[in-house]
Structure formats: C-alpha cells, structure tokens
C-alpha cells in the first residue's frame, strides 16, 4: 500500500512539475554536433572516405560542425539539404 502511494505521489509530482521539453529537431541537432565536435578528429578520416572529394583544409574548416559539414558536402556534391542532412544523420548512426 505504501508503495502504491509513493508511486502516485511521484507520478503526481511530475505532472506539476514538468519542464517544457525543447523541439525535438533542434535537440537532435545539437547532440549530433556536439558527437561530431567531440570525436572530430577520430571522425575525420571517415568522413573524409565518406565524402572523398573534401580537402584536408575542408575538413580543417568543418572542424567537426555539422552545419558547416553540411554545405560543404552540398557545395560539392550538388545535393540539396535535406538529403545531405539524412546522409550525415546515416553516417553518424555508424560512428
């Protein structure tokens, strides 16, 4: 009984209590860029056989921003942003 209680109690207080979760594509986002930031320079040979046409110095740019990433793989590869967004989401899941 008095764990039943607790448990209401607790459900209760979370119920007050919530904290408004942010948009969910921003808070992908930001976690993506801080594992690409954090892991960058194990990252880079990756991503450089992922998308061989970047340059070192490309990659020194990027320096592990996915936002600069993304442009960079647009500009070369002519792809539009979304798709270039869903290859980079894809290549993160691998490493």
């Not at 408004?20 to 990756?46: A, C, Y």
């Not at 600069?68 to 270039?84: F, N, S, W």
Request: hydrophobic share 25%; proline share 3%; glycine share 6%.
């Amino acid at each position: 009984m008095l764990r039943t209680m607790l448990q209401r109690s607790s459900v209760e207080h979370s119920r007050r209590c919530r904290v408004p979760i942010p948009n969910p594509e921003n808070r992908r986002m930001m976690m993506n860029s801080d594992t690409l930031k954090g892991n960058w320079e194990q990252v880079k040979g990756h991503v450089q056989k992922k998308w061989g046409e970047l340059t070192n110095d490309e990659l020194d740019q990027i320096n592990g921003s996915r936002k600069i990433l993304a442009g960079k793989v647009q500009e070369k590869y002519g792809r539009a942003q979304d798709e270039v967004e869903r290859e980079i989401d894809d290549f993160e899941k691998t490493y």
